[in-house]
């Protein structure tokens, strides 16, 4: 994308719309659903309570602890973001979905709650590693708060029961990467469930993470 200002704050801007346009676009989200952020410094730009990813003119701005500084009402989530930044130095970037195969694995009974999602492939282990399950909270409920920091601490993903998937990035490239291999490596799940099937070994497994830490 070529942009008309050097302002990085605009640039960051024109980044997650564009990203929303293609989540949205997509089907990856739908309706008024999912919301994205990126860190501008000490600030926190996030997309606003009500907004459709397809349609974004303008963000929220938050600070670390989640609260709101400048621009439209920040989503309702907004505090799940921050406590991932808190968590994750090295988290640029953060895309929370509901997209609707990750929805649907966080809807199933008798999983792994520490990692859902068996090692099908090789890009799941790099881009997304474990993945737990963290338990059913209504939409904006801050007591989710205090596990989603200590969970994003040594995840880069996790799921919210019947809710979806949150995922924390370098940059906003690199958290839209793993929320689509997410969303893949769910819906490979559900297409393998009843078939005989063959993960990768825990030792390919393990050497993966440990070239991606």
């Given at each position: 994308?070529?942009?008309?200002?050097?302002?990085?704050?605009?640039?960051?801007?024109?980044?997650?719309?564009?990203?929303?346009?293609?989540?949205?676009?997509?089907?990856?989200?739908?309706?008024?659903?999912?919301?994205?952020?990126?860190?501008?410094?000490?600030?926190?730009?996030?997309?606003?309570?009500?907004?459709?990813?397809?349609?974004?003119?303008?963000?929220?701005?938050?600070?670390?602890?989640?609260?709101?500084?400048?621009?439209?009402?920040?989503?309702?989530?907004?505090?799940?973001?921050?406590?991932?930044?808190?968590?994750?130095?090295?988290?640029?970037?953060?895309?929370?979905?509901?997209?609707?195969?990750?929805?649907?694995?966080?809807?199933?009974?008798?999983?792994?709650p520490?990692d859902?999602?068996?090692?099908?492939?090789?890009?799941?282990?790099?881009?997304?590693?474990?993945l737990?399950?963290?338990?059913?909270?209504?939409?904006?409920?801050?007591?989710?708060?205090?596990?989603?920091?200590?969970?994003?601490?040594?995840?880069?993903?996790?799921l919210?029961?019947?809710?979806?998937?949150?995922?924390?990035?370098?940059?906003?490239?690199?958290?839209?990467?793993?929320?689509?291999?997410?969303?893949?490596?769910?819906?490979?799940?559900?297409?393998?469930?009843?078939?005989?099937?063959?993960?990768?070994?825990r030792?390919?497994?393990?050497?993966?993470?440990?070239?991606?830490r």
């Amino acid at each position: 994308m070529t942009h008309p200002t050097t302002d990085p704050t605009a640039r960051l801007t024109d980044d997650v719309i564009a990203l929303g346009a293609s989540l949205f676009h997509r089907r990856l989200t739908f309706g008024r659903t999912g919301n994205i952020s990126v860190r501008a410094g000490e600030k926190i730009l996030i997309t606003p309570t009500g907004a459709s990813l397809g349609a974004l003119t303008d963000l929220s701005v938050i600070d670390t602890t989640g609260q709101h500084i400048d621009g439209p009402k920040p989503s309702k989530e907004a505090f799940l973001h921050a406590a991932v930044y808190r968590a994750r130095p090295d988290a640029n970037a953060v895309v929370h979905l509901h997209s609707t195969y990750s929805v649907a694995i966080s809807c199933l009974d008798g999983l792994n709650p520490d990692d859902l999602l068996p090692p099908l492939t090789a890009y799941y282990v790099m881009r997304v590693g474990t993945l737990p399950l963290l338990p059913y909270h209504a939409p904006g409920d801050l007591t989710l708060e205090p596990l989603a920091q200590q969970t994003a601490a040594t995840h880069k993903a996790f799921l919210l029961a019947n809710h979806g998937p949150v995922v924390a990035g370098t940059d906003l490239a690199a958290a839209a990467d793993s929320i689509e291999e997410l969303e893949e490596t769910a819906k490979l799940f559900l297409l393998l469930s009843g078939h005989p099937t063959r993960p990768l070994t825990r030792e390919q497994a393990d050497r993966l993470r440990a070239g991606t830490r």
